[in-house]
């Protein structure tokens, strides 16, 4: 059902909107698909894994989950079961979107799913070249795909906004080897495409950039650690950095805060970070805290100082 409020509220900034988080099955996508739910927002959410079927990671998140807890937190969830490799069914994920609302505001560029397929420093020749092939296609291919046949939708009206996610900023990443050839590859190439839609879709009127999250406990980070969300800094003993970590509505607050601003556009084509916004916007994460993990990383943990997160968080 179309929704004809044009003009937001404080207490829902994002009534009458309309996102599409591509890749919110768990992780940041999740994240950032409830804080713009709980900013008014209709959300779209799509994924491979659903109540009746596992995607290769094999874990318990779906789409459905997500979209309950959008639609829990003020907003409206829609999940959409989509290969975002299949340009059929991302085809037909945005002509639906098109039929059910009439718009499309806010488009999110989520997709992952590599955490199996690169090995840590392992060099390019000595990499699963399948693996690694594969992980590329994931990673970027499924933006370009998405972007391909969602723009026009979002470009129909000014305003719009694309966020590219990905590890790390443009700063960060143009000087520094990020765990392999194919990890550095993919998260570099998703930091290039924000800056090359910002030249596309900014004449047009709409605002593109890249955000990068933090030390972030997604579902799958705290499982490595063996703990919950609850229990995060008993992990502390064995990574004492893992401090300066945040939760993924830390992103999604920051998603929240871009769409909302009216003058989102000065950020068009750049790469921001989840705590570098939170300065600029003043949202904390769930604890209230602000943590400010790049300059963190930058200023403490590359330079092997130790782990002390006081002036970060």
Not at 63 to 78: F, R, S
């Amino acid at each position: 059902m179309q929704q004809d409020n044009d003009r937001p509220d404080d207490q829902a900034p994002l009534s009458g909107r309309v996102a599409l988080v591509a890749g919110a099955t768990r992780g940041a996508g999740r994240g950032i698909a409830v804080e713009l739910g709980a900013a008014g927002a209709t959300v779209y959410v799509t994924g491979r894994t659903t109540r009746t079927r596992r995607s290769e990671y094999d874990r318990a998140e779906t789409i459905e989950d997500t979209a309950d807890l959008v639609t829990a937190a003020g907003g409206h969830g829609i999940a959409v079961p989509t290969d975002h490799l299949e340009h059929d069914q991302v085809k037909a994920l945005v002509a639906r979107v098109d039929r059910e609302q009439g718009r499309l505001d806010v488009l999110v560029n989520d997709i992952w799913g590599g955490e199996s397929l690169f090995g840590w420093g392992d060099p390019v020749w000595e990499h699963d070249l399948d693996k690694g092939l594969r992980l590329l296609r994931l990673a970027v291919e499924t933006h370009a795909v998405t972007s391909h046949f969602a723009l026009p939708l979002l470009l129909r009206r000014p305003g719009g906004l694309v966020v590219e996610v990905t590890d790390g900023t443009a700063e960060y990443n143009g000087t520094r080897y990020r765990n392999s050839f194919f990890y550095d590859l993919a998260k570099s190439s998703v930091l290039r495409m924000a800056f090359s839609l910002g030249h596309e879709v900014g004449p047009r009127g709409a605002t593109a950039l890249a955000l990068t999250p933090g030390w972030m406990r997604s579902e799958i980070m705290l499982d490595a650690f063996k703990v919950t969300e609850e229990s995060w800094r008993d992990a502390l003993t064995a990574e004492p950095h893992f401090a300066i970590s945040e939760t993924p509505r830390y992103t999604g607050r920051a998603v929240a805060a871009l769409a909302a601003d009216s003058d989102v556009h000065r950020f068009n084509g750049t790469s921001q970070s989840s705590g570098g916004l939170a300065q600029v916007y003043g949202y904390t994460d769930l604890d209230g805290s602000r943590p400010d993990a790049w300059r963190y990383l930058v200023e403490v943990q590359d330079e092997d100082k130790p782990a002390d997160v006081t002036g970060y968080r």
